[in-house]
């Protein structure tokens, strides 16, 4: 079974900077398409990036520019580095495979993890 376990979420000021991990087990991680969304209680689901098999990137209007994603296909690991974070950032993070651009839903993956919580006080 596809597991997925993200960590690294916690409590920061505005304009601080946080890395999400995710580890993934259980999949082909190399031939997978990743990425992470997120989505607080009472808020819709929004898709913030994604990286594909061959290292393409997406990223959301809300997160270009201050979010960066990258993969590690050895350790089957996915990475976000958060900087500049603004309250509005305050959310559940969850990690992503599978992930399917021609899918309008949201969250567009097949499988995520528990999710890790991000907090940024103003």
């Known amino acids: 079974a596809v597991q997925l376990e993200e960590s690294g979420g916690g409590s920061v000021q505005t304009g601080g900077s946080l890395t999400l991990s995710c580890t993934a087990s259980g999949l082909t991680f190399e031939s997978t398409n990743m990425g992470w969304f997120r989505e607080a209680p009472g808020s819709q689901c929004e898709l913030i990036s994604a990286i594909r098999t061959d290292m393409t990137t997406y990223y959301a209007a809300s997160v270009k520019g201050r979010f960066t994603i990258s993969r590690d296909n050895r350790e089957n690991m996915v990475y976000l580095e958060m900087n500049s974070l603004k309250p509005e950032d305050t959310s559940v993070y969850y990690c992503?495979?599978?992930?399917?651009?021609?899918?309008?839903?949201?969250?567009?993956?097949?499988?995520w993890g528990p999710g890790t919580p991000v907090t940024v006080s103003s």
């Open positions: 992503g495979s599978g992930y399917d651009d021609r899918d309008p839903s949201c969250p567009p993956f097949q499988w």
